[in-house]
């Protein structure tokens, strides 16, 4: 699964207008109002961090002899839904994407899945480079430094997993004022 973005503005729009006919509710597969093609659909609700989530994704094949694209097998739409109970505040969120994965590969459910195991990545890895890691503030912007400098976080982090530590940013406090203690377990995990 790619993510369409407006740098690809004719991609972006193309799979945004296709979705703009198609009813915000409906059932798990439908037709498409004006091609008749078939939408694969797929919504899930959820309570967390104090709002409730829905999160639905709609899935087509109707672009796929239209689009110049190597592979693709379906064009997505996927919308996000906040809303805090408290004060009944909505905030909604719209993308799009593409997939070489047919719907008889991934069905509806399957690439929301997918959707949000995105955010796994980002929130285990991405993350902590960036804030614990210090990644983002990095200074280092010369030659083949930052990839080296981000290889070693990298490393730093498969270290402490593979260690079976669960709580990262604890751990990276304690060993940065341990620093034998931190090769120690460099070398056990090897």
């Known amino acids: 699964m790619l993510p369409v973005k ?3 503005l004719d991609l972006y729009d193309d799979i945004q207008k296709l979705f703009q006919g198609v009813p915000d509710t409906l059932s798990e597969n439908t037709t498409h109002p004006l091609l008749g093609d078939p939408i694969y659909t797929h919504e ?3 309570k967390s961090h ?3 989530e829905t999160r639905c994704i709609k899935a087509s094949t109707s672009l796929n002899a ?3 694209w190597p592979g693709i ?3 997505i739409q996927y919308r996000y839904i906040h809303k805090n109970p408290n004060t009944a505040e909505e905030k909604t969120k719209v993308s ?3 997939t070489s994965l047919t719907p008889e590969e991934a069905s509806a459910q ?6 949000r195991g995105h955010w796994a990545i980002e929130n285990k890895s991405h993350w902590m480079r960036d804030t614990q890691l210090g990644e983002a503030a990095s200074s280092v912007r010369c030659g083949a430094i930052p990839q080296v400098m981000a290889a070693l976080r990298n490393a730093a982090l498969a270290v402490l997993r ?3 530590v669960t709580s990262i940013v604890d751990k990276i406090k304690y060993y940065v004022s341990k620093p034998l203690l931190a090769v120690n377990l460099i070398i056990e995990c090897f």
């Open 66 to 68: 239209y689009l110049d």
């Open 6 to 8: 407006n740098n690809h």
């Open 50 to 52: 104090g709002r409730v």
């Open 162 to 164: 593979f260690a079976g």
């Open 73 to 75: 097998a379906q064009v």
């Open 44 to 46: 899930t609700y959820e």
């Open 110 to 115: 399957h690439l929301l899945e997918l959707r």
């Open 96 to 98: 799009y994407g593409i």
